[in-house]
């Protein structure tokens, strides 16, 4: 054979090869596509077949539930006694519920505007007991004799008894008010109306005698504290009044603590309005003398340290009419009787300034006299000035004076006549 047929032989055997291989290949992707689309369609009928699997057992589970047999019913004579024995429990619950009731409302309270002697014991004690809450001494009282009255076989004695308990510790209470208020004796008096048969008496005794102690030692203290701001020594006044505080009684811990306190401010006050009036005198005349006088009398007169201004006072006065006495030797009447001005009108020394101012009066007739002036004028200045002294009484220290004077004046005045006389003739 040629080469030439021999290369076209081998093509022809490749060419036939290739094609079957082209054939194998198309018929192996095929079997792979149809044994998915098997599978899938067989998974899909095994749900479906589940499905309806299910669908179909549940009616069955119906089926079973409703074929369940019921249980026999109770016959009815049951339900008759348990409807018997309900009416009983109920009605026996009316009952005590109405019971119950009729126990807790209270009964209706008696009138005690209309209460009388015959009324019952019971509505008396009990509007007595009323009335003796307002803590009325007198509805106090008569609660008391109420219950007082009742024997010991009294149905109601115990229970006034106990009231009476009750009713004296409110006497007491109104006699604590007397205490606070200073009344000691107020108090003593109220608490004397408890019987000595109230169950509480005890009480009374004792609430008495813590008065008196307490009452005696806050007097005691009070005492003392007075006598030492009297005497300026407020130390002790401090140390008396500290004390009195420190009592257990409302009266003197409080109410007369703070009187104290009161009494040494303003007597330190005083005494600083003194000693200011005795810096006033320094040149000592009669201004400065008036001047202190005033300012000493605003002094409280009911305070302890105004006795001390009053002598100052007094000594004062007596040296304005001292001055008053050299003035009127000095012929200076005006001065006289500014002097005599300062003097306080209602002191018994100013009487005495007043007579000697007529007793100058008396004197400064002659002063004036002259041979000179008009006799008449003298005349009526003599008569004026015995006048002046004839009013001044026996108990003045210048009636002496005064009558001495007189006679001078009437002496001068005979004098005065006989010129006249002669010169008449």
């Not at 000595?196 to 005492?223: F, N």
Request: proline share 4%; hydrophobic share 35%.
């Amino acid at each position: 054979m040629s080469s030439k047929n021999i290369s076209q032989q081998k093509k022809l055997a490749v060419s036939h090869s290739s094609s079957k291989n082209g054939e194998n290949g198309y018929s192996s992707t095929s079997l792979v596509k149809k044994e998915l689309t098997d599978t899938i369609t067989s998974t899909s009928q095994t749900l479906d077949e589940e499905l309806n699997n299910t669908s179909e057992v549940e009616p069955e589970k119906d089926s079973q539930i409703s074929t369940t047999p019921t249980p026999n019913k109770k016959p009815k004579s049951y339900w008759g006694w348990q409807l018997i024995w309900w009416s009983v429990a109920v009605g026996f619950g009316i009952t005590g519920g109405a019971a119950l009731l009729w126990l807790l409302v209270n009964p209706p309270q008696p009138n005690c505007e209309q209460i009388s002697p015959l009324s019952a014991d019971g509505e008396r004690l009990y509007c007595a007991h009323k009335a003796a809450e307002s803590r009325d001494l007198e509805q106090l009282e008569t609660a008391l004799a109420l219950v007082e009255s009742w024997p010991e076989e009294h149905p109601l004695y115990q229970l006034g008894q106990q009231m009476t308990g009750e009713w004296t510790k409110l006497i007491i209470a109104v006699a604590n008010q007397k205490i606070r208020e200073g009344n000691l004796q107020a108090a003593l008096d109220t608490v004397a109306k408890i019987p000595k048969s109230s169950p509480a008496y005890s009480r009374v005794e004792e609430a008495v005698a813590s008065w008196k102690k307490q009452w005696a030692e806050g007097q005691s203290l009070y005492d003392k504290a007075e006598k030492a701001i009297k005497a300026m020594d407020w130390k002790k006044a401090s140390a008396y009044s500290l004390a009195m505080s420190k009592l257990d009684n409302i009266h003197w811990q409080s109410i007369k603590f703070r009187e104290i306190l009161e009494r040494m401010a303003l007597e330190k006050k005083g005494w600083q309005i003194l000693k200011d009036a005795r810096y006033l005198i320094y040149r000592e005349t009669a201004n400065e003398y008036g001047e202190a006088i005033a300012l000493a009398r605003k002094i409280d007169p009911n305070l302890y340290i105004r006795d001390r201004a009053e002598k100052d006072i007094q000594k004062w006065s007596r040296t304005l009419i001292e001055i008053a006495t050299e003035q009127i030797e000095e012929k200076d009447l005006k001065g006289a009787m500014a002097a005599i001005e300062y003097i306080p009108s209602d002191y018994k020394m100013k009487k005495e300034g007043k007579d000697l101012i007529l007793l100058g009066h008396a004197k400064a007739a002659t002063w004036n006299q002259s041979m000179e002036g008009s006799e008449v004028v003298n005349i009526v200045a003599l008569a004026e000035g015995k006048a002046a002294a004839a009013q001044i009484t026996s108990n003045s220290p210048y009636y002496q004076q005064a009558q001495t004077q007189i006679q001078q004046l009437q002496q001068q005045l005979d004098n005065l006549a006989h010129i006249q006389l002669a010169k008449a003739i």
